[in-house]
C-alpha cells in the first residue's frame, strides 16, 4: 500500500477517536496551519553573524560543539533555512540577529547599521512569502567586553549601544514595512557580574535610562495602522561568568514592559532549572496584550538545548492554547547546538513546538472546562489521562502530507542527502 494511503487510513480511525470525545480534527489542523514559528538564524552558524570584527562569542553564550558544515555566508544560512523550512509542515519566519547583516567585508560598527545591509534578507523573505523577526547584537563585540551595554557606568558606551538598538529598530521596521508582516524586535542585553554587587540599583537605573531612549524613537505608522515592528524585552536568571547578578532581571523586564507598554519575552532556559514558565503564561497575559517566547530547553547550566517534545513543552502548548492566547504570542525558538546537524536542530525543534500545540488544539477543552468549573475534577484527571494515549502521531503524519513535507523520520533522509551534497562541500 502507497505510504500516502497509510496515513490517510489512520488519519480517518484517528479522527473518529477524536471525535468521539468532542475534538473535531480537521479543524485543528486548519488552526495550526496559522500558526507561524519563527525559526532563529543563529542555529545556523552557532551564533557566529557575519561580521569582520573577529570578535568571539560573548554575553556568557556558549555554542558547544564542532559539528562539520556550518553556514558562512548569508547565501548559505539562507540555503540551510530553506532545506529546514522544506521539511517543516506550514508557512513560518525567520529571526534574525543585527550582526547576520551583508556588510560587504566591510568593518560596520553597530551603530552604523541600516536597513540597506538587511536587503538581501528582505529580499528573500519577499521571495519566501515569509515575515521576519530582528534582534539588536548586544554582545561579541568589544564594547560589551566588560559584559555592561545599555548599563554601562560609561555614558559613551552606554550612548552607542543605544544608538545600536536605535539602528535596529529602524531596520525591523523597514523589514515590517517591506514585507507587509510586523517584525518582533527583541532586546535581550547580556548585563551582569560574575560576582555579588555593592551595587544593583545603578545598573538597572541606567537600563531603564537607556531603554527609554532606544523606544522613544517612533518608527511605526500612526496608531491603529497595522505596526512595522514592537518590541519586546527578554529577562535572564544568569550567564557564563555572569552568575551572580542579571541587571536584566525576570522581575525587571516584567515591570519594565508593563509600564512602557512593550512586549515581554519568556525564554524557557531563563529560569531556576525546576521553574517553568507553564504557570507564567495566563498571569503575565493579565497586564499585557501580547507576549514572546524564546522556546529552548535548560539543561544545567546551558540554557539553549534543542527543544524536545517534553511536558514542559505540551504544557507551554496546552496554556496558549487552553487560554485561546495564540493570537497574542509571538512564537520563536531560541537554543544552538554545535554538535548536531545544524538544519536537524532547526527541524527537530520546529516541529516539536508544532507538535505541542497540536497535541493542545485536540484536547477536548469544553469538556474538560465543564468538568472543572463543576467540581467534578476525578472526570478532568480521567479525561486528560486518557488524552495522552490517543492517536496523535496519525495526526501529525496526516498533517505533514497535507502540507507536502516528509512524514515520520523520512524528513532525516532529506538532511542527511543535503549534508552529503553541500555541508561537506563547506571545508
Ligand atoms: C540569551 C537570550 C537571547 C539569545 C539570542 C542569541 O540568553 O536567550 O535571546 O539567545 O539573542
Ligand atoms: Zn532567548
Known amino acids: 500500500m502507497a505510504k500516502s494511503k497509510t496515513v490517510e487510513q489512520a488519519y480517518k480511525l484517528a479522527r473518529a477517536q477524536y471525535a468521539a470525545i468532542g475534538v473535531d480534527t480537521d479543524a485543528a489542523l486548519a488552526k495550526l496551519r496559522g500558526v507561524p514559528i519563527s525559526l532563529h538564524c543563529w542555529q545556523g552558524d552557532d551564533v557566529g553573524g557575519f561580521e569582520k570584527f573577529g570578535t568571539e562569542l560573548g554575553g556568557g553564550l556558549a555554542a558547544t560543539g564542532n559539528y562539520p558544515g556550518k553556514a558562512r555566508t548569508p547565501a548559505e544560512l539562507r540555503a540551510d533555512a530553506e532545506q529546514a523550512f522544506a521539511l517543516i509542515p506550514g508557512k513560518h519566519r525567520f529571526n534574525l540577529h543585527a550582526f547576520y547583516g551583508e556588510f560587504g567585508g566591510k568593518p560596520v560598527d553597530r551603530n552604523e547599521i541600516g ?99 532606544m523606544f522613544k524613537v517612533k518608527v511605526n505608522p500612526a496608531k491603529g495602522k497595522k505596526p512595522y515592528t514592537l518590541d519586546s524585552v527578554e529577562g535572564k536568571l544568569f550567564g557564563i561568568g555572569c552568575e551572580s547578578y542579571t541587571v536584566g532581571s525576570h522581575e525587571y523586564y516584567l515591570g519594565y514592559a508593563v509600564a512602557k507598554k512593550t512586549l515581554f519575552t519568556l525564554d524557557t532556559g531563563h529560569y531556576h532549572p525546576t521553574e517553568t514558565i507553564t504557570d507564567k503564561i495566563s498571569s503575565v497575559f493579565q497586564f499585557m496584550p501580547e507576549i514572546l517566547l524564546h522556546v ?84 478532568r484527571l480521567a479525561l486528560l489521562e486518557e488524552c495522552r494515549t490517543l492517536p496523535l502521531g496519525a495526526l501529525w503524519d496526516f498533517y505533514c502530507e497535507q502540507q507536502g513535507v516528509p512524514v515520520g523520520a523520512e524528513w532525516l533522509l532529506a538532511v542527511k542527502k543535503y549534508e552529503q551534497g553541500v555541508l561537506a562541500t563547506r571545508k
Not at 345 to 371: C, F, Y
Request: with cysteine; glycine share 8%; proline share 4%.
Open 115 to 213: 536597513p540597506e545591509h538587511f536587503a538581501g534578507w528582505i529580499d528573500w523573505a519577499k521571495k519566501l512569502g515569509i515575515g521576519l523577526d530582528f534582534n539588536p547584537t548586544f554582545f561579541s563585540h568589544p564594547k560589551a567586553a566588560s559584559n555592561f551595554t545599555l548599563s554601562n557606568a560609561d555614558e559613551g558606551i552606554r550612548g552607542f549601544w543605544v544608538e545600536h538598538g536605535i539602528a535596529c529598530r529602524k531596520i525591523a521596521a523597514a523589514m515590517g514595512k517591506a514585507l507587509d508582516n510586523t517584525c518582533v524586535t527583541n532586546v535581550w542585553i547580556p548585563d551582569g557580574m560574575k560576582d555579588t554587587p555593592i551595587d544593583r540599583v545603578g545598573p538597572r537605573e541606567r537600563l531603564t535610562q537607556s531603554l527609554d531612549a
Open 296 to 379: 529552548s530547553r535548560g539543561v544545567r547550566w546551558d540554557s539553549d538545548h534543542v527543544v524536545v517534545l517534553s511536558n514542559e513543552l505540551e504544557e507551554i502548548g496546552q496554556e496558549l492554547v487552553r487560554g485561546d492566547f495564540l493570537e497574542r504570542t509571538h512564537i520563536g525558538l531560541d537554543y544552538f547546538d554545535a554538535s548536531i546537524n545544524r538544519v536537524a536542530a532547526w527541524v527537530i525543534g520546529t516541529r516539536n513546538m508544532l507538535k505541542s500545540l497540536l497535541k493542545a488544539l485536540v484536547e477536548p477543552t469544553q469538556t474538560l472546562r465543564t468538568a472543572e468549573n463543576g467540581g467534578d475534577y476525578t472526570t
